[in-house]
């Protein structure tokens, strides 16, 4: 297998699939619950809503108002994440998966971005501070991944050098 392959394959697979899924999600949520802000419908009562939010600023509705800030942002931190993984990351199963869905994460708020100046927001857990959606979900799950990865390789190179 080429260099390219081994290394590339598995963050492109969940790139495409996080960016399809998002996309598919928030079509739905869209078409059934959008354009009003604060449409609601009830997924398991009371703990988890689906409810339609207009998110102009970052992860749980923080910094709303400027939507380009962020958009450029996001392809800035998603440059680097390559970057990273590229040249000082040990390619574990677990970093594949974890850049994939970062980049797929972004990808997918970045696409609301610029095709509506906001991005759409419907996961509604009623206990937890704040809205979110697919791409916000990747996002984090593949941050907290990577953290662990990051843990988990230090203690292998400590283990290595004693």
């Known amino acids: 297998m080429s260099d390219i392959r081994r290394i590339w394959s598995i963050p492109a697979i969940v790139v495409v ?11 739905w949520i869209d078409t059934h619950l959008g354009p009003i802000e604060g449409t609601s419908i ?10 339609y939010v207009k998110n102009t600023g ?13 958009t450029v942002m996001n392809i800035i931190i998603s440059g680097a994440a390559i970057y990273m993984y590229r040249y000082q990351m040990v390619h574990t199963v677990l970093t594949k998966l974890a850049i ?4 797929g994460g972004a990808i ?9 100046g ?4 419907f996961v509604h857990v009623t206990w937890f501070p704040g ?9 984090t799950i593949s941050v907290i991944a990577l953290a662990i990865a990051s843990l988990r390789n230090e203690v292998e190179l400590t283990r290595d050098h004693s």
């Open 17 to 27: 699939a996080i960016v399809v899924f998002d996309r598919l999600t928030k079509a």
């Open 42 to 51: 009830p997924v398991i009562e009371p703990w988890l809503r689906l409810t």
């Open 58 to 70: 970052v992860a749980f509705g923080l910094f709303q108002g400027v939507p380009h800030f962020f």
């Open 100 to 103: 994939g869905g970062i980049v």
């Open 108 to 116: 997918g708020n970045i696409i609301d971005r610029l095709r509506q």
């Open 118 to 121: 906001f991005v759409t927001d």
């Open 131 to 139: 809205i979110f959606n697919v791409a916000d979900s990747a996002i």
